[in-house]
C-alpha cells in the first residue's frame, strides 16, 4: 500500500478499532456488574436469617434416652444397634462441643500472650492470622472426628431391618438428630452438594422434618452456591435446574417463618417472581 494511501486510511482504522473496543469493554463491564448482582446484591444471605430459631431443633442438640418401644421389638440385633447408634452420636456430640471449648479457650489463652518482639503492626497481624488459621485447623480436625462417628451411627441404623423399629418415633428421632448434626458439620465444611444429598433425604423419612424452617434455609442457600458454580461453568441446565429449587425452598421457608399473608412473604415472593 502506497504511503499516502494508508495515512488515509490509518485514522478510519483506528478509530473503528476503538469503536470495537469500547463494544467489547462494554460487554465485559455488563457481565461483571450482572456476575457481581447474582453473587452480591441478591444473594440469599442478605434475605434468610443465619440461624436457626432459639428453640429450634437445629439450634439445640438432643439427647435420646432408652427405647420404651425396644420392649415391642422381636429382634435383638434391633435393639443392639440402636444402642449403638446411640452411643456413637451422644458421643460425636459430646466429643465435638466438649473439644470445641477446649480450643476455644486455649485461643483465648494464646491471644492474651504478649510478644514484644512483635515490634511492627503487620507482625502482629501475622500472628494473629496464623493463631486464627491453626485454630480452624484443629476444628477442622474435631469436625471430621466427630462427622466420622455420625457416619458411623447412621450406618447401624440403615443396619436395622424390623419395621416396628424403623417406623417408631423414637428411632426417627434419633436418625433425624444424627442428620440434624451430621449436616452442621456439612454447613463449615461448605460441601454444599453433600448439604443437598443429606438435607433432602433428612425431610424425606420423617413428616414433620418438612415442616421445620432450617432446613428450607440451607436447600435454598446450597442450591444458589451450586446455582453460582454453573453459572461460571456456563451449564444452563443445571442453572435452571439448581434456581428453581432454590426459589422453591426459598418459599417454603418463607411461609413457614412467616406465614403465606404476611409482606415479608409477599416480599419474597416479589423476588422469586422477577426471576432472581
Known sequence: MPRSQFQENFPKELGFMQFFLIIIISLLSYSLIAKEKLETKDRLEQILPTTPDSGSPWGEISKFNELEILDLVDETSSTSRWKEANKEYSSSVDLFLSGSKVLEGKLEERKKIVHYEDRYEWQKKQR????????????????????????????????????????????????????????????????????????????????????????????????????LAAVKSKNQEMILEFKEKKKAHLLRFAELQYGKESKEYQKIEEKVGRDF
Open 128 to 227: 494473629r492470622e496464623n493463631l486464627e488459621k491453626e485454630f480452624q485447623k484443629h476444628q477442622f480436625d474435631l469436625r471430621q472426628t466427630a462427622s466420622q462417628k455420625l457416619v458411623k451411627a447412621m450406618y447401624l441404623l440403615d443396619k436395622i431391618e424390623n419395621p416396628k423399629v424403623k417406623e417408631s418415633a423414637p428411632f426417627l428421632d434419633l436418625k433425624s438428630g444424627i442428620y440434624r448434626e451430621y449436616i452442621k458439620h456439612l454447613e463449615a465444611f461448605k460441601s454444599y452438594l453433600q448439604i443437598i444429598d443429606f438435607t433432602e433425604r433428612y425431610i424425606s423419612f420423617a413428616e414433620g422434618n418438612e415442616r421445620e424452617k432450617e432446613p428450607h434455609r440451607l436447600l435454598a442457600l446450597a442450591y444458589e452456591k451450586m446455582e
